[in-house]
């Protein structure tokens, strides 16, 4: 898509900043995937070269804690603070496009239907699962306060 939104960038009368929001979006989603993907394979290396240690009923189980402490040192700092900087960047390039996007609808004719309506389906589904993991994380978070209640009593 990626490709094709480059030679489209100039196809939308409406507001030119569509097309570009596009392209911007969907760089953000390669390098996100990039750096996420640097600790998987960092993850990935350690299991395969140091395999999970069996875990022993009788309680003695330093070395299960060790494993996980060095799997966990293992991965990067640094790419997990620039992997959330990126994520909160693409929020907020989300928002800025949805008021874009939302704010051309009557007038959509004047832009390229496939740049506009790949822009609108993507601001709808991103709405929809934003709501959604926000219920999630309110239901768990409810969930934890109400388990935190009944243990204090």
Sequence with gaps: MLPELCTKRDDCQADPRIPKWMI???VLMLIER?????NTVKDRRFIRENPKPVFEEDGDNHVLIDWAQRRKHNKSSV??????????VQFITFILG?????????ISDQCNPL????????CLLSIIFYIIGACVLGCVCCCVALMNDSFAQ
């Design 98 to 106: 949805c008021v874009y996007v939302f704010g051309i609808y009557s």
């Design 24 to 26: 911007v979006v969907a």
């Design 34 to 38: 990039f750096i996420g993907s640097v």
């Design 115 to 122: 740049v506009f309506w790949t822009s609108y389906i993507y």
């Design 79 to 88: 790419f997990a603070v620039l992997g959330a900087f990126v994520r909160l």
